[in-house]
């Protein structure tokens, strides 16, 4: 397995409070990704990182804001929980992005179970 | 938008019968990956595929890529209970992916 480490592994809040979750990586990967992933929907992007400090928005960014200030981390916030932020967060990893016609492989994490109360 | 259909949802096996599941889009696709997720796990890379009417095969496992590059289906000979989770597409479009909702396989020794 590629060295993507994530943390916590599980975590249990209340509705309005902040949550932060960390991504991070050993492979000196320039691509950084965090997903979500729900029953019947998949995985769904919430954003993505293509180096230090430069990130954006995925198809479901709203309620989530992330930082990058090293190569090997990525964190995602919750500014305010609320329930319908109870999922399974993935981060993943890549060596350059998605419009790479190389067989360039995505790398996922161990995933974080967060429950909001 | 761009929206990635992944039929059947559900796939209950015997060992050893074949399996397949499709991807569908509603678009124009770049490239198609695939992965696997066993229960419990991470999703995990399997292969990618970028040309109009690729086939590609790891062992038992056949990945084709269709004509339009619009869908992609992923064939499984004579399941093994090591198949056992979800597999997923992921197609990317103009500068988005859309991973499907996957097809959980079931394999009954």
């Known amino acids: 397995d590629a060295g993507i480490t994530q943390s916590p592994r599980h975590k249990v809040t209340e509705t309005g409070t902040p949550v932060t979750l960390r991504c991070h990586q050993t492979e000196n990967h320039r691509y950084m990704y965090w997903y979500r992933q729900d029953p019947g929907h998949g995985l769904r992007l919430i954003h993505y990182?293509?180096?230090?400090?430069?990130?954006d928005k995925g198809e479901v960014s709203d309620g989530y804001s992330v930082s990058r200030s090293k190569t090997e981390d990525f964190l995602l916030t919750l500014e305010s929980a609320t329930s319908s932020q109870t999922s399974v967060y993935f981060c993943?990893?890549?060596?350059?992005?998605?419009?790479?016609?190389?067989?360039?492989?995505?790398?996922f994490g161990p995933g974080t179970r967060l429950t909001v109360l | 938008g761009q929206q990635v259909m992944q039929i059947p949802q559900y796939q209950h096996v015997q060992e050893g019968e074949d399996f397949t599941t499709y991807c569908n889009s509603s678009t124009t696709l770049s490239n198609i990956q695939w992965y696997k997720q066993r229960p419990g796990g991470h999703p995990v890379f399997l292969i990618q595929l970028v040309k109009s009417g690729e086939v590609k095969k790891q062992k038992r496992l056949t990945f084709q890529f269709g004509e339009a590059k619009k869908n992609s289906s992923l064939h499984i000979t004579a399941t093994q209970t090591t198949d056992v989770g979800t597999y997923f597409c992921a197609g990317e479009g103009y500068q988005k992916v859309t991973f499907g909702t996957g097809t959980k396989l079931q394999v009954i020794p």
């Open positions: 990182s293509y180096g230090v400090k430069d990130t």
């Open positions: 993943a990893i890549s060596e350059s992005g998605w419009s790479a016609i190389s067989t360039d492989t995505q790398y």
